[in-house]
């Protein structure tokens, strides 16, 4: 089954500081893996996008890495800042255009 | 930084009634896509169209939403004979290729009471 996991579920972190938050994924077959950000009611925002033959992918502070052996993504957030607070969605396109949504991060940034 | 618009922001429906949900994709885009989220679960794919046609579908799109482009800007989804568990976000997105990110609009919540 086609599923893709989100951890840890939420994080509180103080502003200027760095997180990890990681994605594991069982989508086949693989296309492609996305990073949203979510902030509350509205839509997803992208951030990053990265392809089988993609280990790592930077889009400003945030940078994104992908081991498709392991089918383990990360997005690495550095000195955060009060607007990080989001959600943080991991994406994984199936093949077509089928996409499986994880649950998402939740991210809390205090000063 | 040009942007996928959806109208109304808020939709109160009674149950049984037909809704239609509106969206704008960019100008330059091909694909379309709806997906949903109901309150505090993930972001659930519904439909993609390319090409004047739906080119995949889940589950949850059955026979009771269609989607239509009836001219040349707008995009959009009805849901027939709401139900009580149709509650939920409703986002629209566009790209401009299969494989390019997908810009996602500020969606649409309805609420079936």
């Known amino acids: 089954k086609n599923q893709v996991e989100q951890s840890p579920q939420s994080l509180i972190i103080l502003e200027g500081k760095n997180c990890t938050l990681q994605?594991?994924?069982?989508?086949?077959?693989?296309?492609?893996l996305r990073w949203y950000k979510q902030d509350t009611g509205r839509g997803p925002v992208s951030l990053t996008i990265m392809t089988f033959s993609e280990n790592t992918k930077s889009n400003g502070r945030y940078t994104a890495t992908l081991d498709a052996d392991t089918k383990q993504s990360s997005l690495h957030i550095t000195a955060s800042q009060l607007s990080d607070s989001a959600s943080y969605i991991c994406v994984v396109r199936a093949g077509g255009f089928k996409t499986i949504f994880g649950a998402g991060t939740r991210l809390f940034v205090k000063a | 930084e040009p942007e996928v618009t959806q109208t109304p922001s808020h939709q109160v429906t009674q149950m049984g009634q037909e809704v239609i949900l509106r969206c704008v994709p960019i100008?330059?885009?091909?694909?379309f896509y709806w997906y949903r989220q109901i309150l505090g679960q993930k972001v659930e794919f519904l439909v993609s169209?390319?090409?004047?046609?739906?080119?995949?579908k889940s589950e949850i799109f059955d026979d009771q939403f269609s989607v239509e482009r009836p001219d040349g800007s707008n995009f959009t989804l009805k849901i027939r004979s709401t139900k009580l568990e149709d509650s939920a976000m409703y986002f629209c997105?566009?790209?401009?290729?299969?494989?390019?990110?997908?810009?996602f609009g500020s969606g649409t919540r309805l609420t079936v009471v």
């Open positions: 997105a566009s790209s401009e290729g299969q494989f390019n990110g997908y810009t």
């Open positions: 994605c594991n994924y069982t989508v086949s077959p693989f296309s492609n």
């Open positions: 169209f390319y090409n004047n046609e739906i080119s995949e």
């Open positions: 100008s330059n885009h091909l694909y």
